[in-house]
C-alpha cells in the first residue's frame, strides 16, 4: 500500500486507488507526517484547534471510522494514541530520506541521482491544502528541504560530467524559487561545466531581472564572479548585456603634430615627439 502526499493526496494498493473521504485524508496525513505515534489528545487538538475538545474528540472519532471504510488498515489505534501503519509506504518519506544523503557529501548517491529523485524533489508537498495551519508548516519544512536537495543533485551531476541531467536539476530549483541566488548559481555552474557560456549568461540575466524587479536588489559579487568572460568581464560586461550600467568610456584625444613643409621627415624616419609639443 502506498500513500502520496507530493503533489496531491491518493491512498493506492497495486496501482489502484483507494476512496477515503476528505476527513479521513486528513487524519491519514497528519499522521504520516508525524510519522510517530501521537496521543490521540494530541491529534484532536492539532486537526480541529478551533473547536471544544470533546468537539475535537468527536470529530476524530468520527475520522477514524470513516477509515476503516476503506476496507484496509491504514492507522494503528489503540486507547491512548495513533499511528499510521508500518506497512504504508509514503512518497514524502523516501523523498526525505534521499534529500539527506544528497546533503551528506560524505556519502555516495549515484544510486539516486534519477530522474524519479528529481521529480520527487521538484513537487509540492500538499499544495491544496495550505489552509491547515499543521500543513504549512510541514510544508515550508520540504520546501526548505528540497531547495536544498535539488542544489546538492545538480552539483553531484555537473561533478558527474552528466551536464544535461545538472541542468533540469538546477531549473527546478529555480522554478522552486526564483529569487534563490543559490539555485541560479548552481545552474550557471553546469551550464558552464557544458561549455554553454550563453546559456550561463542568460541564466545570469533571468536572475538580474527577477531580483530588481522583486526586491530591487542586485546580483551578488559571487554571482557575477561566474559570468562568462567573454561578455567583457566584470561589472562593465554585465552592463553591456543587461541594458544597463554608466555610459560609455570616454575616448582618449588624439593630439595632432603639425611639421613645416620643409622639415616633413623622410619616409621611415622616427616621428615621435614628447606628448603636447610642437616642433619649431
Not at 4 to 14: G, N, Q, T, W
Request: hydrophobic share 40%; proline share 5%.
Amino acid at each position: 500500500m502506498t500513500l502520496r502526499l507530493l503533489k496531491s493526496f491518493a491512498l493506492s494498493v497495486d496501482q489502484n486507488r483507494v476512496p477515503i473521504s476528505s476527513s479521513a485524508q486528513r487524519l491519514l496525513a497528519f499522521l504520516a507526517l508525524q510519522n510517530m505515534p501521537r496521543s490521540r489528545t494530541y491529534v484532536a487538538g492539532m486537526l480541529w484547534p478551533d473547536v471544544t475538545a470533546s468537539r475535537a474528540n468527536a470529530n476524530l472519532r468520527s475520522s477514524l471510522w470513516r477509515a476503516t471504510r476503506t476496507g484496509h488498515q491504514v492507522i494503528d489505534a489503540s486507547t491512548q494514541e495513533l499511528a499510521i501503519c508500518e506497512h504504508i509506504d509514503v512518497d514524502i518519506h523516501m523523498a526525505a530520506t534521499r534529500a539527506h544523503r544528497l546533503l551528506d557529501m560524505s556519502r555516495p548517491c549515484d544510486d539516486i541521482l534519477t530522474a524519479r529523485t528529481r521529480e520527487d524533489l521538484s513537487a509540492d508537498l500538499l499544495p491544496e491544502w495550505s489552509e491547515n495551519e499543521w500543513v504549512l508548516v510541514e510544508q515550508e519544512q520540504y520546501h526548505e528541504l528540497r531547495l536544498y536537495a535539488l542544489e546538492a543533485m545538480t552539483e553531484r551531476l555537473t561533478a558527474a560530467g552528466r551536464h544535461g541531467e545538472a541542468v533540469a536539476a538546477g531549473l527546478a530549483a529555480v522554478r522552486a524559487e526564483p529569487l534563490r541566488e543559490s539555485a541560479h548559481r548552481v545552474l550557471m555552474n553546469a551550464h558552464l561545466a557544458a561549455g554553454n557560456r550563453g546559456a550561463a549568461l542568460r541564466q545570469y540575466e533571468q536572475c538580474r531581472r527577477v531580483l530588481l524587479e522583486e526586491l530591487g536588489l542586485e546580483p551578488s559579487q559571487t554571482l557575477r564572479n561566474l559570468v562568462p568572460a567573454h561578455s567583457g568581464g566584470g561589472d562593465a560586461g554585465i552592463a553591456a548585456h543587461s541594458g544597463g550600467g554608466s555610459a560609455a568610456p570616454e575616448l582618449p584625444t588624439r593630439r595632432i603634430v603639425c611639421h613645416p613643409a620643409s622639415e616633413v621627415p623622410a619616409q621611415g624616419t622616427d616621428t615621435s615627439a614628447p606628448a603636447g609639443t610642437v616642433p619649431a
